[in-house]
T-cell receptor, first 118, second 114 residues
Framework: DTGVSQDPRHKITKRGQNVTFRCDPISEHNRLYWYRQTLGQGPEFLTY????????KSRLLSDRFSAERPKGSFSTLEIQRTEQGDSAMYLC????????????????FGPGTRLTVL | DAKTTQPPSMDCAEGRAANLPCNHS???????VYWYRQIHSQGPQYIIH???NNETNEMASLIITEDRKSSTLILPHATLRDTAVYYC???????????????FGQGTTLQVKP
């Protein structure tokens, strides 16, 4: 299967600890997105990369959050000093932006990483 | 904030057509209507999109009103596996200067019953 993968699928941590999530996009996709989803709500945009460049960050992404995409391949999302309010599903998506003659490039989502902060 | 309004939940009998409405009265001329769905414990999945003409693919049909202020997603023969949260999204999600980010609302939870 060559879809988007995320690791780990579940993470339980204590408040104040640091956590890091990994996303492996579809290999030829140049754009990578991170979203956060809390219970009963739709996903909320956090940030995105085009190749290795991080081009936009949501105001939801506090200073405790950092994301990287070295070499334009996989991406990591780190949360420092976790808080109980960080408990959520973290979703990654990728797309092949600009490679289809200007038509819409659908986003392919991974299964998500569910974070529980105790 | 999401620019769409959807009913929070709907039921449909297995084998019947499921018609999911969406209101987007503030849609701009260059904005498309997109539909994604999210099956429990999975990431969202693209279904279909359209500008002003009706669209059909192997998954669903999209009917957009002439004034473009509302649309309906139709699953012609719903199965139990179509039970999911369906999100209607509007946006101009293309162009080199566009982020392409998706702005989700709360969606409609469709329950397909045997």
């Amino acid at each position: 299967d060559t879809g988007v993968s995320q690791d780990p699928r579940h993470k339980i941590t204590k408040r104040g600890q640091n956590v890091t999530f990994r996303c492996d996009p579809i290999s030829e996709h140049n754009r990578l997105y991170w979203y956060r989803q809390t219970l009963g709500q739709g996903p909320e945009f956090l940030t995105y990369f085009q190749n290795e460049a991080q081009l936009e960050k949501s105001r939801l992404l506090s200073d405790r959050f950092s994301a990287e995409r070295p070499k334009g391949s996989f991406s990591t999302l780190e949360i420092q000093r976790t808080e109980q309010g960080d408990s959520a599903m973290y979703l990654c998506a990728s797309s092949s932006w600009g490679t289809s003659g200007g038509t819409y490039n659908e986003q392919f989502f991974g299964p998500g990483t569910r974070l529980t902060v105790l | 904030d999401a620019k769409t309004t959807q009913p929070p939940s709907m039921d449909c009998a297995e084998g019947r057509a499921a018609n999911l409405p969406c209101n987007h009265s503030t849609i701009s001329g260059n904005e498309y209507v997109y539909w994604y769905r999210q099956i429990h414990s999975q990431g969202p999945q693209y279904i279909i999109h359209g500008l002003k003409n009706n669209e059909t693919n192997e998954m669903a049909s999209l009917i957009i009103t002439e004034d473009r202020k509302s649309s309906t997603l139709i699953l012609p023969h719903a199965t139990l596996r179509d039970t999911a949260v369906y999100y209607c999204i509007v946006g101009a999600l293309w162009g080199s200067s566009n982020t392409g980010k998706l702005i989700f609302g709360q969606g409609t939870t469709l329950q397909v019953k045997p």
